[in-house]
């Protein structure tokens, strides 16, 4: 078993920046990938859209709307992994969803709101 606790959303102005963290704790908890992904107003859990991975020991992806823009990363503090969120836009409102890979199953955050708006 592991949790998932997101953190760091909120409201924001076009142009602005967040930076969203995912903490993950669990006994036997050990991620082979750590992703974000998000669920625009109005769009079902099915159609949740991959924002960035990251592989342990390998590399990071990003959805094509956040190259560029969004730079997922790990810190010092063991199992957290960070979103970086620059040059916000309008259509980058969302909930955004911590997803970690461990031991071949997946697990979820509850989720953190990110509204960008004037």
């Known amino acids: 078993q592991a949790q998932l606790v997101e953190s760091g959303g909120g409201l924001v102005q076009p142009g602005g920046s967040l930076r969203l963290s995912c903490k993950a704790s669990?006994?036997?908890?050990?991620?082979?990938?750590m992703s974000w992904f998000r669920q625009p107003p109005g769009k079902e859990r099915e159609e949740r859209e991959m924002?960035?991975?990251?592989?342990?020991?390998?590399?990071?992806f990003y959805g094509d709307s956040v190259k560029g823009r969004f730079t997922i990363s790990t810190g010092n503090a063991e199992n957290t992994v960070y979103l970086q969120m620059n040059n916000l836009k309008p259509e980058d409102t969302a909930v955004y969803y911590c997803?970690?890979?461990?031991?071949?199953?997946?697990?979820w955050g509850q989720g953190t709101q990110v509204t960008v708006s004037s």
């Open positions: 669990g006994s036997d908890f050990s991620a082979s990938a």
């Open positions: 924002v960035a991975t990251l592989i342990t020991n390998g590399g990071t």
């Open positions: 997803n970690a890979v461990s031991r071949g199953y997946p697990y």
